[in-house]
């Protein structure tokens, strides 16, 4: 196999790579001299206040006798709990992607008529302007649908004509518009993936206007188009629960530092799926899932739990999957206790499993579940509590659903362009600075030496 001159790292970058790393590495207790927050947050995970917003709240402590104590995590869409939105469109027998993205954008839950009007909008918009499919996404297939999602806003950029005008009605437009194709471009990407490079049946289905997101992803997905009631309803709430989390997340806080500098919509959704592909946020759940794949074919008894217990061990003391020394799923950088949206989401996992089949696997999550979190305060030094996240049930239930990984982040993004849509709104609305934090230099003064008595190779 020839090798791609443009893919080749050469001895000559080698070296220039090591000489980058000898001459940027900074010792750790400088960040402590000059106070410097690691990650913009503190010991205890919490984070540096960047901002204000009215669009979603975190809660994850409580003040008791003066005293901040961590407790039951929370939730709040614009100030309303995220678990009494799900109850609330369940029994109602409702999607509630739709009301929810309408509620973080807009700030209100629509009345009947607003959400007609709302999902009828998002129907219009689901639609990708003439040639773009081959032009665009069948022409040039990326092994990581996150790059073709990216690549596919940017060039929506080119077919907007009136693409840099970020007045909010222009912008309410535009954001509608990606909401209601970030689906498509996804798994028509995918199915270009799946056919030239994996040698599949290509399926290009077109969206139907009727059907809700979480539907329309499965009808475009399927070969045959068909999925279950349960199936739709449970790939539903999780785009709910992924639509928003604050704005201090990677990506979110990524969407409201460029959209500080006035740049385009299409610009800063681009660099907020930039952020969001990162493993250490959107691709979490994918660590989970092959983590677990990995704990099936290494314990015997599923039943068994000092195996189960031996093997979380293991990937602690860096002994077993990827050796890096942790347990996928477990922890948050702002729960403690308890991630509520974790706590949704496993009550729908078990109807899943069962329809599925998959009720043994789901015993052994649950068992790891309760495990690992004694395990983890056993073996490591913990500032805060330690419980499951949204990550450890959402891979089991898009395995279930039989999405492939390489639809796993971008499922994400398709939930989470109503959040960062409501905050790219909320920055340009409120006018504020560009964003620009401080960084402290620690490189010494030193005299500029003129090329011919310079030394080294």
């Not at 994996?198 to 009808?219: D, K």
């Not at 709430?237 to 979110?252: K, R």
């Not at 330690?386 to 039989?402: E, K, W």
Request: aromatic share 10%; hydrophobic share 35%; proline share 5%.
């Amino acid at each position: 196999m020839s090798v791609n001159p443009y893919s080749e790292v050469t001895p000559a970058v080698e070296k220039l790579a090591e000489l980058c790393r000898s001459n940027s590495t900074m010792p750790l207790e400088l960040y402590e001299k000059y106070n410097v927050k690691r990650g913009l947050r503190d010991m205890n995970g919490k984070g540096v206040l960047a901002g204000l917003t009215e669009i979603s709240e975190i809660k994850s402590k409580e003040l008791v006798d003066g005293e901040e104590r961590p407790c039951e995590g929370k939730l709040f869409y614009r100030g309303i709990d995220v678990e009494e939105i799900v109850r609330g469109f369940i029994k109602e027998k409702r999607f509630g992607f739709e009301e929810v993205a309408y509620l973080l954008m807009f700030g209100e839950l629509p009345t009947q008529p607003q959400l007609k009007d709302f999902t009828e909008q998002l129907a219009f918009y689901r639609r990708l302007p003439r040639n773009f499919v081959k032009d665009v996404i069948l022409k040039a297939p990326a092994s990581d649908m996150m790059n073709t999602l990216a690549r596919c806003v940017l060039t929506m950029y080119s077919y907007d004509d009136d693409p840099d005008n970020i007045a909010l009605p222009n912008v309410v437009r535009q954001c509608m518009s990606l909401i209601a194709t970030f689906p498509l471009f996804s798994v028509y990407g995918y199915q270009a993936f799946s056919y030239y490079r994996g040698g599949n049946s290509l399926y290009i289905h077109a969206p139907q206007p009727e059907l809700s997101t979480a539907e329309n992803i499965l009808y475009l997905l399927r070969p045959d188009s068909k999925y279950t009631e349960l199936e739709a309803r449970i790939l539903d709430v999780a785009l709910v629960l992924h639509a928003e989390h604050g704005g201090g997340n990677n990506s979110t806080f990524t969407t409201h530092v460029v959209s500080s500098s006035g740049t385009d919509t299409y610009s800063a959704i681009a660099a907020a799926l930039g952020s969001l592909k990162g493993p250490k946020h959107g691709g979490a759940n994918i660590k989970v899932v092959r983590m677990f794949e990995d704990m099936k074919q290494n314990i015997a008894d599923w039943e068994d739990e000092e195996e189960i217990a031996h093997y979380l061990k293991a990937l602690l003391h860096k002994e077993a999957f990827d050796k890096a020394g942790l347990i996928y799923g477990m922890g948050h950088a702002v729960y403690s206790l308890s991630d509520p949206r974790a706590n949704l989401l496993r009550s729908f996992v078990k109807s899943l499993s069962d329809e599925k089949g998959r009720g043994k696997e789901f015993s052994l999550y649950s068992k790891v579940e309760r495990l690992a979190p004694q395990i983890i305060s056993e073996e490591r030094k913990i500032y805060k509590g330690v419980s499951c996240n949204v990550d450890f049930y959402s891979g089991f239930v898009y395995s279930m659903l039989d999405l492939p990984l390489e639809l796993y982040t971008p499922i994400f993004a398709m939930a989470r362009i109503a959040g960062w849509s409501a905050h790219r709104m909320e920055e340009l609305i409120n006018v504020g600075k560009i964003i620009r934090p401080a960084y402290q230099s620690i490189c010494g003064h030193r005299s500029y030496v003129p090329l011919d008595e310079r030394t080294g190779d």
